[in-house]
């Protein structure tokens, strides 16, 4: 009995995060329709997206990037679009959370570091645009 809690206090944060994924696989197989219907239209959405708006997606912060970037693999969104668009928004979302650190509460209540938020989006999206008149990101 001893050595079991000493397992379980060992391998606690282990023993969570499994049971975690099984509870998540079991949803996900009860959910399985409504989660398809929902991913072919994300996929949709994704092949046909405006370089700027996925630009703007990929740079602001506070979006999800894990499902951005399997939404991009699973559709058929053109590949030097994806990575136009990585190269033009990552650097300002990495700019962000290095400038904003560890304080992102207390960063989000001045105003002036919520302006800056702003300028840089602003930003990402001027230069895509730029981009996309240089080089036809949209084409293959």
Do not use: H
Request: charged share 20%.
């Amino acid at each position: 009995v001893t050595n079991l809690k000493k397992i379980i206090k060992n391998y606690k944060s282990t023993i969570i995060l499994l049971v975690s994924v099984i509870i998540g696989t079991i949803c996900g197989l009860i959910f399985k329709e409504k989660t398809r219907i929902k991913i072919e239209d994300l996929m949709k959405k994704m092949t046909n997206i405006d370089f700027n708006t996925l630009v703007v997606i990929i740079a602001i912060p506070f979006t999800p990037a894990f499902l951005v970037n399997i939404a991009a693999g699973l559709s058929n969104i053109p590949i030097k679009k994806y990575i136009f668009a990585l190269l033009i928004g990552k650097p300002f979302m990495i700019y962000f959370w290095g400038y904003i650190g560890a304080n992102l509460l207390e960063s989000l209540k001045n105003p002036i570091i919520l302006v800056k938020i702003i300028v840089i989006v602003l930003l990402a999206y001027l230069i895509s645009k730029v981009v996309e008149k240089i080089i036809n990101v949209e084409k293959n």
